[in-house]
């Protein structure tokens, strides 16, 4: 059992350029989020996911958009990468329902992304 | 605005120290998480508190939900060299969304 994993885990860009970072969850969970991780900021919601084709705007969406085409995946895409989205990407998932349980995130081992 | 502040920052013990992590917010949480990260690796959930007051237990662990649901609180007694991370905390603005609201973190050292 996999879990959720993220690649690539390690990419530069230049400015400019675009990139995609994959997601895939093999736990059959309906929640599935883009976090990034700076330090001194813990992790920001960029994007999610409350189901197979559906997305929302997190709290730092600006420069990203995702896609949800199948329930198992979760992309991030960068148009135009910029020397501020220089950081550690987080894919994340979580299974539906109600309570406690539904906000238990499965984390993926992180994506580091800089951009010269 | 973080809405959630984690205190202290950084946080450098010889083992056999006790140790107090807090997380303090003026908004109220459904519930709460703790996370412990490792370097290069994602973070790991470690407990959810979801009722005021409760506390739970986690070997030298103990995290508690404030009465009000707006702070929290991990003490670690007697902490070892493997305690060493990233102790994340999260709240949830709601009970089924799983959009969680993270604190800055709290990276601890314990030295041997």
């Given at each position: 059992n996999a879990g959720v994993?993220?690649?690539?885990?390690?990419?530069?860009?230049?400015?400019?350029?675009?990139?995609?970072?994959?997601c895939a969850q093999d736990?059959?969970?309906e929640y599935m989020y883009w976090y990034r991780q700076d330090p001194g900021?813990?992790?920001?919601?960029?994007?999610?996911?409350?189901?197979?084709?559906?997305?929302?705007?997190?709290?730092?969406?600006?420069?990203?958009?995702?896609?949800r085409l199948k329930k198992q995946n979760f992309l991030l895409?960068?148009?135009?990468?910029?020397?501020?989205?220089?950081?550690v990407y987080f894919c994340a998932s979580s299974p539906l329902g109600g309570g406690a349980g539904a906000n238990v995130l499965t984390?993926?081992?992180?994506s580091r992304l800089t951009v010269l | 605005t973080q809405l959630l502040e984690q205190s202290p920052q950084f946080l450098s013990i010889q083992e056999g120290e006790n140790?107090?992590?807090?997380?303090?917010?003026?908004?109220?949480?459904?519930s709460l998480q703790w996370y412990r990260?490792?370097?290069?690796?994602?973070?790991?959930?470690?407990?959810t508190v979801v009722t005021g007051g409760e506390v739970k237990k986690l070997k030298r662990l103990t995290f508690q939900f404030g009465d009000a649901r707006k702070d929290s609180s991990l003490h670690i007694t007697a902490a070892q060299p493997g305690d060493t991370g990233l102790y994340l905390c999260a709240g949830a603005r709601s009970?089924?969304?799983?959009?969680?609201?993270?604190?800055q973190g709290t990276t601890l050292q314990v030295k041997p």
């Amino acid at each position: 059992n996999a879990g959720v994993t993220q690649t690539p885990k390690f990419r530069v860009l230049k400015t400019g350029q675009s990139m995609t970072l994959l997601c895939a969850q093999d736990m059959n969970h309906e929640y599935m989020y883009w976090y990034r991780q700076d330090p001194g900021m813990g992790l920001r919601l960029i994007h999610y996911s409350v189901g197979e084709g559906t997305t929302a705007k997190g709290e730092v969406p600006d420069g990203y958009n995702v896609s949800r085409l199948k329930k198992q995946n979760f992309l991030l895409g960068l148009e135009s990468a910029a020397p501020s989205q220089t950081s550690v990407y987080f894919c994340a998932s979580s299974p539906l329902g109600g309570g406690a349980g539904a906000n238990v995130l499965t984390f993926g081992a992180g994506s580091r992304l800089t951009v010269l | 605005t973080q809405l959630l502040e984690q205190s202290p920052q950084f946080l450098s013990i010889q083992e056999g120290e006790n140790l107090t992590v807090y997380c303090n917010s003026s908004s109220v949480f459904s519930s709460l998480q703790w996370y412990r990260q490792e370097p290069g690796e994602g973070p790991v959930l470690l407990v959810t508190v979801v009722t005021g007051g409760e506390v739970k237990k986690l070997k030298r662990l103990t995290f508690q939900f404030g009465d009000a649901r707006k702070d929290s609180s991990l003490h670690i007694t007697a902490a070892q060299p493997g305690d060493t991370g990233l102790y994340l905390c999260a709240g949830a603005r709601s009970s089924n969304t799983g959009k969680l609201i993270f604190g800055q973190g709290t990276t601890l050292q314990v030295k041997p």
